[in-house]
Each structure stands twice: as structure tokens, then as C-alpha cells.
């Protein structure tokens, strides 16, 4: 969250979050997500949260999925990419060359 406000807030980055829930129930994800200043998919809306994870291969959570502004995957290690720039220097986080994500990988038209 320190890093979202930093971007958002502070260095008016065109960043969002889109907080996908993998919670068990509805009352889980309402307080989970009301610590979050982000936007997240309404948790009824379990079918697109189905596609999302297929459409961009989610193997596990937490998982943080960095587009570019077409839709296309710039990486999908954005949590550690993140972790490793808390002061969001190397925003949008493009992988060096020759790692994953450094090109347009696919694009996912579901949302």
C-alpha cells in the first residue's frame, strides 16, 4: 500500500491495483479489502476472477500481475518487483531483457 500511495498519491504515476479476491466468502473478502486503497473486482463476480486467472496463468496468491497500458503483460513477478523498489525508481517494472515479460506477451479483453 506504501508503494501505491507513493505512485498514485505523491508522484501521480498512471498506476492501479485491481484487487482479485481468492477468499472463501463474501463478509472475508469485505475485511480483507477494507484495509486496501485500491480498486478490487466486486467478490460476486466469480466468473471474470475465473478468467483472469486463466487468461493470465495464475498459479498461486498472493500474485501481482503488471500490464501496460494496452492490456498486455509487462511481468507477472510484480510482487517481487514492487518489493524490490518501494520507491517505484524503475516503474512500470520491465523485466531486463531476455526475462519474462519484456514484450507483450499476450492480451486478455475480458475486463
Known sequence: AKTYKLLTEEQSKN??????????????FNEYYSTMPWLAL????RDRKGMLIKNYRVG???TLVILDPSGSII???GESMVAGDPTGAD???V??????GNK?????DIL
Do not use: Q
Open 91 to 93: 516503474f512500470p517494472w
Open 15 to 28: 498506476f492501479e491495483i485491481v484487487f482479485v479476491s481468492s477468499d472463501n466468502d463474501e463478509s472475508g
Open 104 to 108: 507483450s506477451i499476450f492480451r486478455c
Open 60 to 62: 498461486g496468491i498472493p
Open 75 to 77: 511481468t507477472k513477478d
Open 95 to 100: 523485466p531486463p531483457a531476455g526475462k519474462e
Open 42 to 45: 466486486p467478490y460476486a463476480d
